[in-house]
């Protein structure tokens, strides 16, 4: 477990966390603006936040593919993109439930408080999900950091 989590601030990763951090900041404003319109449009909160979720996991697939694993876009296959959308759906879901758990104990949240807690839920699961996109969906993992 310890040579695991080397593997998480080997130089390489950290470089990979970064561009992961500049996606996901990129992909946290494009999901929030989108979920505050679809709100402000009149969907039901845990709808705005799931379908404006769809649109990030989209561009964030793509991205992170692409720019911070460094994979070929047309050497994708299904096994790949299903793992990145399974990953995508569990944190998804996490989101919702915390969304949906933070209106509970607050009751009708405002907009700052909605989009309050789906910035704590993306804070509590980007470590988890930054090694699940490394080592299961993109299968970039630092092997000569596991040997160490």
Known sequence: MRNYLKT???PEALIQMVK???IGGFNTFVTLAL???F???GMLDELAVASAWVIGTLLSYFLNRRWT???ETKGANVKETSNFF???IIAGALTVGFVWLAGR???DLSDAEFLG???IASIIIVIPKFAAYRDVVFKRSLTDANEG
Do not use: D
């Open 117 to 119: 807690a789906q910035i």
């Open 86 to 88: 399974v990953v995508n």
């Open 35 to 37: 979920s505050l319109l």
């Open 8 to 10: 998480l601030v080997h």
């Open 20 to 22: 992961l951090g500049f």
């Open 105 to 107: 104990m607050r009751g």
């Open 69 to 71: 694993f460094s994979l």
């Open 39 to 41: 709100r402000k449009l």
